[in-house]
């Protein structure tokens, strides 16, 4: 097995942690986090195919190199934006949930809801 | 077996497992904390696969300034108190089912590469000598994907201002509230005098060397958005409201100055973002240099988050 395809089985592999803990982490912030780790196994997968296709003298393909980078900046800017969204449902309501009933809710809840 | 095989294969078993620590670990700090070594591990995995730009860029910006809002947003959360319960063993079992199909499929789809592999290298540099770059990711970048960068640098804009736009009524236009550990004789303000200098230097290099090896706006940009970081967290020098006009033009500079490159195309060059015969290489540079500053500042403020302080007057 080359390096290419051992870098690409752990990008399937991280793209399955990722997936798992946006599905089970209750908590915005560890959703977050998890789905910039599913964001990166992607990626992986991605840069394997790139290298597959090394042409010309090139240690890989630019063309998927170049959007890979775009999608790490992209990546960024959603996830300062849904960090941003998070801390501002902090502050409106004082929990950081995203459980539609409160009926659970503990001593903190002091926004309008 | 060789040795970079075996190199190879630690790093592999370090990546799955601090990857898979991040979602596992309880404390919400230690899974941040394990992001960002993960991303520094994932560069290395990166120059492994001969991508050197983008394991600079996933070492700044993938480890580094995601890290950093993590911590960030990690400090604020700390002392809430979530009511929220893991999801039930079953659920998880069945999630944890799904996903280990899901990423069954795509290790099957990686270890059976189809019969001739599509590549664009070949066309990519047929042509990239006409541009006079050597670096070919800077070529897809700048030449033949530019409205792409474009777009991307507007994203970049458009999340700052859905960040921005997040802030109550009472103080847009106010400060961003930074959290800052301004302690004289600390070690943070030693680095963050000592530090700039260099980090300026280094992304002007950054920026410079990017047209011809591995480089670029946006990890030059990145390295100056860390340093202004630094800068503020050490108190040395204060956060800016974001109704200062300079930092308005600061941030939009690099975008307008690659459209109406883009534009001035259509008219000497005969289409959008096409670069007048012989001129391509000055006019990416002049666009470079324009974008390291706007990504900069957006990447910085980005980071510092939206509005929390009315400007006194």
């Keep these: 097995m080359n390096a290419a395809t051992l870098f690409g089985l752990s990008g399937a592999a991280l793209v399955g942690f990722g997936l798992y803990g946006l599905v089970t982490h209750p908590e915005p912030l560890r959703k977050i986090l998890a789905f910039n780790l599913l964001g990166s196994g992607v990626f992986l997968v991605f840069g394997v195919v ?49 459980s539609a009933d409160n009926s659970g809710g503990t001593d903190t809840v002091r926004g309008n809801s | 077996m060789t040795i970079l095989s075996v190199f190879d294969m630690g790093l592999v078993v370090l990546i799955l497992g601090i990857g898979a620590s991040t979602i596992a670990v309880r404390q919400a700090f230690a899974a941040v904390i394990g992001f960002v070594v993960y991303g520094l591990l994932l560069s290395i995995a990166w120059v492994r696969l001969s991508a050197v730009d983008v394991a600079l860029t996933e ?90 960068t474009l777009l991307e640098k507007v994203v970049l804009i458009l999340a700052l201002l859905g960040v921005w736009s997040l802030a109550p009524d009472s103080v847009w236009g106010g400060i961003p509230g930074l959290r800052l550990y301004a302690q004289s004789n600390s070690t943070l303000t030693f680095l963050a005098q000592l530090l700039p200098p260099v980090g300026i230097v280094v992304a002007i290099y950054m920026c410079w060397v990017g047209a011809k090896e591995p ?99």
């Design chain 1, 50 to 98: 790139s290298r597959r296709a090394a042409a010309s003298g090139l240690g890989g393909d630019p063309v998927p190199q170049a959007m890979v980078i775009t999608a790490i900046v992209v990546a960024f800017a959603a996830t300062a934006m849904a960090i941003a969204l998070v801390l501002r449902l902090l502050q409106e309501t004082g929990r950081s949930t995203l």
């Design chain 2, 59 to 148: 070492a700044a910006i993938g480890g580094g300034m995601t890290g950093m809002l993590m911590l960030g947003a990690v400090a604020r959360l700390r002392f809430v108190k979530g009511n929220d319960t893991r999801a039930s063993l079953p659920v998880r079992f069945a999630a944890g089912v799904l996903c280990a199909l899901v990423a069954a499929g795509l290790a099957t789809a990686v270890i059976s590469p189809p019969e001739a592999i599509p590549t664009l290298a070949p066309m990519v540099m047929e042509n990239l000598a006409q541009s006079g770059l050597g670096n070919p990711v800077a070529g897809v970048l700048f030449v033949y994907r530019a409205l792409d």
């Design chain 2, 215 to 313: 480089g670029g706006a946006f990890q030059g940009g990145t390295i100056l958005a860390a340093m202004w970081l630094l800068v503020m967290i050490a108190g040395l020098k204060s956060v800016p409201s974001i109704s200062q006009p300079w930092l308005r033009l600061l941030l939009v500079v690099g975008p307008v100055i690659f459209l109406a490159i883009g534009l001035a195309g259509m008219v000497l060059a005969n289409a959008f973002l096409a670069y007048p015969p012989g001129y391509a290489k000055p006019l990416i540079i002049a666009v470079e240099v324009a974008l390291t500053l706007s990504i900069g500042v957006a990447l910085g403020l980005l980071a510092t988050g939206p509005p929390e302080r009315v400007q006194q007057q």
